[in-house]
C-alpha cells in the first residue's frame, strides 16, 4: 500500500475511535477503573490515574523519539504527548495505527501483552 492508503487507513481508525468507542478503546487497554481489571497496556490505580505498563512505556518512549528526531515537525506539537493528557493522545495513535495495519494487511499484529490476556482491541469492536 501507498502512503496515501496507509494515512487514510490510520485516519479511519481516528473516526472509529471519536464515533463512540474512545470508552471501550480505553477499558481494553487499560482495564476497568472499577474493577481494578487490568487491560493490555496497563491498569488504573486506587486514585483512578492510569498506570501504563512497560510494553506501552515503551512504545511510547519510541512513539515520541520518532517524533523529537523528525525536523518537519515543530517541537510544540511533540510536547502535546508529554504528560496525562499526551498519553491519551498517544492512546488514540495506537488505536489508530493498530486499524491502518488491519485494514492494510487483513492481519491482526498481536503483541506480547496481548498474547498474555487473550485479547486485542480489534477483536473486541
Known sequence: AGLIEGVLAHEVGH???IHGLTPMV???FFGDPVTKE???YGKYNDEGEIVP???F???RDS???KLSDDDSINPADADRYQGKEG???FVSELFAE???DYLLTGKIKVTQSQKRLSVHPLRRC
Open 15 to 17: 473516526h472509529i475511535e
Open 26 to 28: 480505553n477499558k481494553i
Open 38 to 40: 487490568g487491560g493490555v
Open 53 to 55: 505498563n512497560k510494553e
Open 57 to 59: 512505556s515503551d512504545l
Open 63 to 65: 512513539y515520541l523519539k
Open 87 to 89: 498519553q491519551q493522545l
Open 98 to 100: 493498530q486499524v491502518r
